[in-house]
């Protein structure tokens, strides 16, 4: 069957009628390089995306890993994949209680934010997953900062905590319910601050600056080549590219929840739809 037929059956046998504004249907539930506009999205000058993946169960936690290959957290299936640079979609381990974001160590060991079990979950490289910190306040996000620090967000915790080891802590910053972190090489941390829809700065000796004000629902950052954040702004289906004066750009506009976006090595952006199941990539100069 050719590749033609097979969209055009796919088209004939939905379910629902989909505007494709001339855009490829993508490939079910795998990875695809399709092009093209998706019904409601619209693009900034100069910026460009593909559907990477699809068919996805509220996939959310996006993880670039040095092969190339693309980890996700599947909150609503409860587990996480591997999405390899060929496309292929294989599971690292399942009956997670939602998780939420995910990071890895030098040693191939993956952690999870398991908000459903408030607690890190940890993954080794043969797939055995045990707890690695338990007793949380509904972790959403974690991140390794320079000096090996495990940062977590702690939601209804309402606060930043920094693990030097499961047992060893301190709180970066607390008061608001954080859900995203990147950290600059000046030595600060980034935090989106939900509560006050805002992306803010904690210098080192906790001195918090407000970077941008009135962000719709900011759920997860990254820091780009260019030294600007990358942040998205669920409630308002929005990409966003912020400087640190906090002059912003709305890279994509008409999103469906979208979160964690995160770079690969060689520069591309990628960005998770929970609700439409799919991960965009995402092209341009940033």
Same mark, same amino acid.
């Given at each position: 069957m050719t590749r033609e037929t097979r969209v055009n059956r796919i088209w004939k046998t939905a379910v629902a009628t989909v505007a494709l &504004? *001339?855009? !490829?249907?993508? $490939?079910?539930?795998?990875?695809?390089?399709? =092009? *093209? $506009?998706?019904?409601?999205?619209?693009?900034?000058?100069?910026?460009?995306? @593909?559907?990477?993946?699809? !068919?996805?169960?509220?996939? +959310?936690? &996006? &993880?670039? !890993?040095?092969?190339?290959?693309?980890?996700?957290?599947?909150? @609503? $299936?409860?587990? #996480?994949?591997?999405? =390899?640079?060929?496309?292929?979609?294989?599971?690292?381990?399942?009956?997670l209680k939602g998780p939420h974001d995910l990071?890895?160590?030098?040693?191939? %060991? &993956?952690? #999870? $934010?398991?908000? *459903? +079990? !408030? +607690?890190?979950?940890?993954? @080794?490289? %043969?797939g055995v997953v045990r707890s690695y910190i338990d007793g949380l306040n509904a972790p959403v996000d974690l991140a390794f900062n320079p000096q090996g620090e495990l940062l977590v967000c702690e939601f209804s915790g309402e606060r930043v905590i920094a693990f030097k080891s499961p047992t060893d802590k301190r709180i970066v910053i607390s008061g608001f319910r954080p859900h995203g972190l990147a950290f600059h090489q000046s030595g600060a941390t980034i935090v989106n601050d939900i509560t006050g829809s805002r992306v803010v700065r904690v210098s080192p000796n906790g001195k918090v600056d407000v970077i941008a004000a009135k962000v719709e629902l900011p759920i997860g950052v990254v820091i780009g080549p260019s030294g600007d954040l990358y942040v998205t702004a669920r409630d308002a289906g929005q990409l966003l590219r912020i400087t640190l004066s906090g002059s912003r750009t709305i890279l994509l506009h008409g999103l469906k929840t979208p979160r964690d976006p995160v770079f690969d090595a060689k520069g591309a952006l990628f960005v998770a739809e929970s609700d439409a199941g799919r991960i965009l990539k995402v092209t341009g100069r940033f």
């Open positions: &504004l *001339g855009a !490829n249907f993508p $490939a079910a539930g795998g990875a695809t390089g399709d =092009t *093209g $506009a998706i019904a409601g999205i619209t693009a900034a000058p100069g910026v460009a995306y @593909t559907v990477f993946a699809t !068919n996805l169960s509220g996939p +959310r936690g &996006l &993880l670039a !890993n040095q092969d190339g290959s693309l980890s996700v957290a599947e909150e @609503t $299936a409860g587990r #996480v994949v591997r999405i =390899t640079s060929a496309g292929r979609i294989v599971q690292i381990a399942g009956g990071e890895s160590d030098a040693h191939g %060991n &993956l952690y #999870v $934010a398991e908000t *459903g +079990r !408030n +607690r890190i979950a940890q993954i @080794t490289p %043969n």
